[in-house]
Each structure stands twice: as structure tokens, then as C-alpha cells.
């Protein structure tokens, strides 16, 4: 059987294979006959025989998910409406309309991005739209890898777009578009910049197939633009791509014939040792890799492996830890099963796989935390994603009543129905307390003011819950410290507006530009970056890499 590596969506090294090899193992092969005979005939009677229709492929999903439920949260199965992933990572482009949705808190179906030069983009669809409807389908409260079967089509074809967009006074607009399906391209490398006149920044959004040669050329622009000194590569928030570009990506920074990934199954003849394609670009260049909670697998190769051949500084915050291998295997009418099959091991022999694999725990055979050596012989360790060698706190440090403003989505709807006014972002736009007046207008139209206001919630516990404890004298004491409260407590957001107003900016500008144009118009203000270049090439650099500075 011939097989083809890949990775796919999430970016895990894969197989993709025609069929599942079963010779190897002949005793199998009667056991799972019994199984499918026992699977065909349970199918048969469910559907022909059950007190109420059911709809066949609802059957087929739910027990899918069932049963692979059990093995590890990578393993799935993937319908006719997701099979075209493959194709997106190895083109780098598929047949759409040109955004990205999500079902937020509310459970309704909102644009999360709008690409740039998609038709969607010049219609007016903006960040923060509920879609309501695609043609004749009413899609509000649709799962988005639904959406496929109604955007998904013939290049030039039309859709018609029914959209909802909120406006401050809680009301919402109707929108009507039209769009045509059309080619989005997504680009591998999503940002490069000169930084401080001498600091190179590229950001690898995803690892399809011109992602390598997207780096170099991003290389060669800084190069031609100056003597660089440094460079860093952001990674946060990738979730991979393919392998063998992952690898690649690698060998643009290490000298040639260096080991980057060992894959292991359980069939020890198919173990596979990986070494770059491409000739290198840069092996001396001090390097700084940022990481977070969103970068995952082929993300976490290259980390792992410039961090194992002490290449790169890693800097952020711990990865996903996600190290397991799957195989693509090809099922009927156009459906695929996303299978575990191995483990992918880095240079210094470690696996990053944080999770346990279910069935494999109660066997002991779970791999416990392990002390590996980096190439100069630094402390690594196993089963834990990719730790930073320098950690920065997540943004998410924000104080309590500002992450709840994000975690309930509410910075996000005020910001949708803020920017509502404008058909642009207004020249003269800047974030002043007078946003803090009307965000705290519209949270109090969706009754959504209470935990603002901490002192009059506490006064109002104690005189509800000690009233009956409390003496008159002392009660009417009380209530009027309550009534002067009410009178002077000033809500939080003008207490933490110096936090609060950046992140208002941001977001009411999220609903103007594409997201790479808003990254990069904050990029210096992104505390991670600004750790990564005072590191970059600096005494603490080569400290902490354990190398001098004019190579190992």
C-alpha cells in the first residue's frame, strides 16, 4: 500500500493511505468481520424498525463520534463537507465567500473574519455580523463546518447574504448582500516587518505548501531592507499545517543533514527519521521563537526542534502539546477518518504530547514526565508541550471585571455596534473616556451593569442576607451608606480605563481592517514582541542558549 505523508488541519504529521493494512494482522481479520456484521445488522434495525424515522447520516455522525470518542481527541471522522481540508493546506487556497464564522456565547452564528479583497470584504460584511440566512437556508444557529455545503461551489456562482448587525441602541439592521464564490488565497506568512530598524518579524499563520518559500522571500526583504541583527519568528496561535513543510521551515535555520523528527508507530519497521529538503537561509542569525496557547503541532516541531539544537530562544507562553500522528485514510463517497497512528519525537528523543491517550492510561503506558538535554546539553521536558525559555504572561492578566467583558463577548458586541455609525473607521477616531460612557449605555440597555458596580452588589447582599440580624438603628445606617454609594460609586471601567480603552480601540478597528493590517498597526505595543527583541542577540541571548556569540 502506498502511503503519502501529510498533516492536516490542526497540523499533525499524517499518513494518507487508500485503504487499512489488516495482512499484518490475520487474526484481526475475523474479529472485526464479526464486528461489522453485528454493526450492519444493529444500523438495519434502528432505522427500519425504530418508533420514530431517524435521519440516516445523523445516526452515522452521532455514533462516529461515539466511538471515536473513546481513543484521543485528534482521532475523527470527517463528511464530504470537510474532506476538502487536505486541500487547503496543500494549495493554500480553497472556493469560498471570504469569512470566517464562529457560534459565540449567545449561540449565534457571528463573522469572526472578513479576508482581505474577498468579495465579502468590499459587500460591507464586517467582524461581528450575525448571519442569519445563505440563500433560502437559515443558518443562525448553524455549526460553521456546516456552513460548507452553502458556500462552498462553483468559482463566479452567487450568494445571497442576510446579515444582522447590532447598533447601540440594541437593535439590529438588516443587511442584504450579494457576493459570488470566488478563490481565497491564504497566505502562509501573513507578516514581515522591520522592527527597531534592525529586527527582522515574520509571522507563519499556517504551514501549507508555500509557506517555505513565503519565509525566504519574507527573508530576502529584510535583508534588502537592513543589516539585521536579529529576526523572530511568531508562531502563536499556528496550529500547523504539513509536515514536510514543517521540516522545511526548520532547515531554513539549521545546517543540512541534521535529524529535525522521528515518527514511531506501533510497528517498529515504519519508523521514519526526517531531515530538511531545502537548502538553509540562515544558521547564525540570532533567533527568537514566539509561542503560546494556540500553537500546536507542526508550530510545536519547529519550536521544539530549534529549541532541542539550541537554534532559537523560545518565547511565550507553554504550547498545546500536541504529539501524536495521524493517518488520512480515504472512506466512501468522498469521507475520511482522521486516524492516531504514531507519535512524532523531536531531536533530543522527547515526544510533546501532553494529553493522555485514553485507552493507553490504564495499560501504564502513558509516558510520564521525562528530563531530556538540548544540543548543549540545557534541561528539557517531555509530555508538556513546548515550555518557553523565557515565559510572558498571557494577555488574559487583565483584572477581573475586563476579562469578563471579554469572556461574556461584551467588548466585542459594543464594539460591532459602536463602529455601526460609521461606513469607515472616522479619521479622527481615538479611544476616550467618552467610549467608557457609552459602553457602560449599552451594557446597562442589556441590564449587564450589576458587576460593575462591586460595592452597591455588596451593600445590597448585606442588607438582604443581615437584615434579620441586624438591629433598626443599625440597618438604617445601612441603607443610607447604601443610597450615598449608589449616589458616588463610580462603575470599574473608569477605574481601569487605561486598560480598557486599548482594547476598545482594537476591537472597533477589527471591524475596519483585515486582521493581519490590525496586527501589524499594534505590533509594537505587543508585550511578547517587546521581550523578544530586548532578548534577541543580547548577552542574556547567548547566556541563556548556552552558546558565544560567534557560534557554537
Known sequence: MKLRWLILGAGVPLFVASGIMLAAQEPMVPKVAKIVEILTALVRHILTQYVEALDPQLLLEASAEAMLKQLDPYTRYIDEEGSDELEILSTGAYTGIGIVTSLRDDSLLTVVEVHENSEARRAGVRVGDRLYRIDTAVVLRLPPRQLRRYTRGIPGTPVQLVLLRERLTGEYDTLRVTVRREEIRLPAVTLVQLVYDSIGYIRLERFSRMAVEEIRQGLKTLQ??????????????????????????????????????????????????????????????????????????????????????????????????????????????????????????????????????????????????????????????GNTGVQPDVLVEAEDSLPEPLRWLQREGWISRFATAYAAQYTHVPPDFHATPQLLSALEAFLARHGKTEPLYPLRGAMATLLEYGAPELSPVVLRQLERLAEQIRAQERPLLYRYQERLLPLLYREILARFLPSHRLRERFLLDDPCLQVAVRLVGSPRYYQILAISPSGP
Open 224 to 381: 534588502n531592507s537592513a543589516r539585521l541583527r536579529g529576526l523572530i519568528l511568531d508562531l502563536r496561535d499556528n496550529p500547523g499545517g504539513l509536515l514536510d513543510v514543517a521540516v522545511n521551515v526548520c532547515g531554513l535555520f539549521v545546517p543540512p543533514a541534521i535529524p529535525l523528527v522521528t515518527v514511531r508507530g506501533r510497528d517498529a519497521q515504519q519508523e521514519r527519521v526526517y531531515y530538511a529538503s531545502v537548502a538553509p537561509e540562515e544558521t547564525k542569525l540570532p533567533l527568537v521563537v514566539l509561542i503560546n496557547g494556540g500553537s500546536a503541532s507542526s508550530s510545536e516541531i519547529v519550536a521544539a526542534a530549534l529549541q532541542d539544537l539550541d537554534r532559537a530562544l523560545i518565547v511565550g507562553t507553554p504550547s498545546v502539546g500536541k504529539g501524536l500522528v495521524q493517518s488520512v485514510v480515504a472512506l466512501p463517497h468522498g469521507t475520511t477518518l482522521r486516524l492516531t497512528t504514531a507519535r512524532y519525537y523531536t531531536p533530543s528523543g522527547r515526544t510533546v504530547q501532553k494529553q493522555a491517550i485514553p485507552f493507553l492510561v490504564h495499560r501504564g503506558r502513558q509516558d510520564s514526565l521525562r528530563a531530556f538535554t538540548t544540543q548543549h546539553g540545557r534541561i528539557v521536558f
